[in-house]
């Protein structure tokens, strides 16, 4: 794989093709408009700002605890201790155990349902079609996947890519817990509804969860569709990117006042 940095100009064209294929439209440049910039004013140049003020949008807080965490010192040291995990049948049934991928110190962590085929023959979370979505998303917001971590609710692929059932979540999310609590990210994104009814022990629809942030621990949540249900349902993707620019808000705010 070619390590030679990004230009400044590559990098603003991926952005801005990642934008178009998320489905925003031509973005056309003016020949007064070429100058280069700084990629901290490329990132809050092409920012568009959420429709409503984020209090509005994302009004009223919903909270879930996680569960008491354990003695793990490290994302290797828990990953050495869980990845040969058998406590419920996906693990006589795996090819590869997918326990994450990404920067461990990441302050953005996206999380996931469960591995599919090809994610179980990989052993890393979303390579396939959604996850090349995914890369594209991420993108589209001047992220890469080496920058946030990606994770799953269950560490195995279910057979078939059936949901995932409450008694195989009760055994592997503790697991995704000491993730968490291990990487400490400043912001969670959950991807799907699974997910999120999991993380937060609900049963409410996708529909209700969207338009909130949800504390996880102490660690704000945003919920947004699955990149699976984009690919089926393209229509999702303004909804998606809408959520995406106000993650990428908060998640900009944040690292400054970090800094």
């Known amino acids: 794989m070619d390590k030679t940095p990004l230009t400044v100009q590559e990098m603003f064209?991926?952005?801005?093709?990642?934008?178009?294929?998320?489905g925003m439209g031509e973005?056309?440049?003016?020949?007064?408009?070429?100058?280069?910039?700084?990629?901290?004013?490329?990132?809050k140049s092409s920012w568009a700002k959420p429709s409503l003020p984020v209090t509005d949008l994302f009004g009223g807080a919903s909270t879930v605890t996680?569960?008491?965490?354990?003695d793990f010192a490290s994302v290797p040291a828990h990953y050495d201790a869980i990845c040969t995990c058998q406590l419920c049948p996906l693990g006589q049934t795996r090819n590869k155990f997918v326990y994450g991928v990404g920067n461990i110190d990441a302050d953005l962590m996206f999380i996931?349902?469960?591995p599919g085929r090809d994610?179980?023959?990989q052993g890393e979370p979303f390579v396939g079609r959604a996850g090349?979505?995914?890369?594209?998303?991420?993108?589209?917001?001047?992220?890469?996947?080496?920058?946030?971590?990606?994770?799953?609710i269950l560490k195995c692929r279910p057979p078939e890519n059936r949901d995932p059932?409450?008694?195989?979540?009760?055994?592997?999310?503790p697991h995704l817990h000491e993730q968490i609590r291990l990487i400490r990210p400043m912001l969670l994104c959950s991807?799907?509804?699974?997910?999120?009814?999991?993380?937060?022990?609900?049963?409410?629809?996708?529909?209700?969860?969207r338009g909130k942030w949800h504390d996880v621990e102490g660690v704000p949540m945003l919920v947004t569709y699955h990149p699976a249900a984009l690919l089926r349902f393209p229509g999702y993707k303004k909804d998606t990117w809408e959520d995406m620019q106000v993650l990428k808000q908060r998640y900009d705010e944040l690292k400054a006042q970090k800094r």
């Open 191 to 209: 991807l799907g509804r699974i997910a999120a009814q999991f993380l937060m022990k609900t049963s409410a629809p996708l529909s209700k969860m």
């Open 165 to 173: 059932l409450p008694e195989e979540v009760d055994k592997c999310l």
């Open 66 to 70: 996680l569960g008491a965490p354990a």
């Open 112 to 114: 996931g349902e469960a």
């Open 132 to 152: 090349q979505l995914l890369d594209r998303i991420l993108t589209a917001m001047g992220l890469s996947r080496q920058e946030v971590y990606i994770a799953n």
């Open 119 to 121: 994610e179980d023959l």
């Open 13 to 22: 064209r991926r952005a801005l093709l990642a934008q178009v294929e998320m």
């Open 27 to 43: 973005m056309i440049v003016g020949k007064e408009n070429r100058r280069v910039e700084e990629p901290s004013e490329i990132l």
